[in-house]
T-cell receptor, first 111, second 113 residues
Framework: GQQVMQIPQYQHVQEGEDFTTYCNSS?????IQWYKQRPGGHPVFLIQ?????EVKKQKRLTFQFGEAKKNSSLHITATQTTDVGTYFC???????????FGQGTILTVHP | NAGVTQTPKFRVLKTGQSMTLLCAQD?????MYWYRQDPGMGLRLIHY???????AKGEVPDGYNVSRLKKQNFLLGLESAAPSQTSVYFC????????????FGNGTRLTVT
């Protein structure tokens, strides 16, 4: 079945440093979505990418979707303590309605 | 709008006991999902439903059953709880549009002793 792998599992950064998490799917995706989960909270939708090679930005966050629609990345520029949390990618495959999540990357930001 | 509401928030069960987790959404969403979250494992799909009266298995369905008798409710049942089912359970819903995002409930923390 469809598998979505996400790396790294953990990332510790100093405030102001950049951060990147990567997502790879075993199959071609229809779209990919990114979510953020604050400690003790529930996942909250950030953005979705649909087109091959798509790049979207939200302030300091940059999201990319690979040309083959099998990988994606989230890059945060100049991290802040408010960026702390777990970032998940989720891929929508050919089985309509079924989103598969990556394992998530836990980001810690030291002030 | 309450969004997605999960009950209960916390529960402790003994091995072999049964329970039902309730998920209710007031957004008229077609699709509903049950995930479990364990450290280092991310969110794993247990079961999902693409409409009232229909359910399908996800990645880790064993030991769980679900029902979607009403569009707004999605129930997750554990017939005979095992310690391996200790986890945080999240319900989520979305519209039937292919690119619609998931809306999550606040989660249920279940401990099986």
């Amino acid at each position: 079945g469809q598998q979505v792998m996400q790396i790294p599992q953990y990332q510790h950064v100093q405030e102001g440093e950049d951060f990147t998490t990567y997502c790879n799917s075993s199959t071609t995706l229809s779209n990919i979505q990114w979510y953020k989960q604050r400690p003790g909270g529930h996942p909250v939708f950030l953005i979705q990418l649909v087109k091959s090679g798509e790049v979207k930005k939200q302030k300091r966050l940059t999201f990319q979707f690979g040309e083959a629609k099998k990988n994606s990345s989230l890059h945060i520029t100049a991290t802040q303590t408010t960026d702390v949390g777990t970032y998940f990618c989720a891929g929508l495959g050919t089985s309509y309605g079924k989103l598969t999540f990556g394992q998530g990357t836990i980001l810690t930001v030291h002030p | 709008n309450a969004g997605v509401t999960q009950t209960p928030k916390f529960r402790v069960l003994k091995t072999g006991q049964s329970m039902t987790l309730l998920c209710a959404q007031d957004m008229n969403h077609e699709y509903m999902y049950w995930y479990r979250q364990d450290p280092g494992m991310g969110l794993r799909l247990i079961h999902y439903s693409v409409g009232e009266g229909t359910t399908a298995k996800g990645e880790v369905p064993d030991g769980y059953n679900v029902s979607r008798l009403k569009k707004q409710n999605f129930l997750l049942g554990l017939e005979s709880a095992a310690p391996s089912q200790t986890s945080v359970y999240f319900c989520a819903s979305r519209t039937g549009t292919v690119n619609s995002p998931l809306h999550f409930g606040n989660g249920t923390r279940l401990t099986v002793t």
